[in-house]
């Protein structure tokens, strides 16, 4: 895929993903705290399900980085 100049910026670069990756997912643990504690103090409806879309929008760019990480290290 890359050619032998791009071979010693793939390891920064998964690095850096790994690093972007834990913090995308830290912030869907964030999230998902943040909406089960709002379940049990009586939180509005829509606020819950404003919450719910950032959670699946953030695992789906987690899911994404790790595609990219998997697609980068097979080079």
């Known amino acids: 895929m890359a050619g032998p100049d791009a071979a ?4 920064r670069m998964n690095v850096f993903l790994i690093l972007l990756t834990a913090a995308v997912l830290l912030g869907v643990l964030g999230v998902l705290v943040i909406g089960v504690i709002g379940m049990f103090t009586g939180n509005s409806p829509a606020r819950s399900n404003k919450l719910m879309q950032y959670r699946v929008a953030l695992q789906f760019i987690a899911v994404l980085l790790i595609a990219l990480i998997a697609l980068i290290g097979r080079s």
């Open 8 to 11: 010693p910026y793939i390891p």
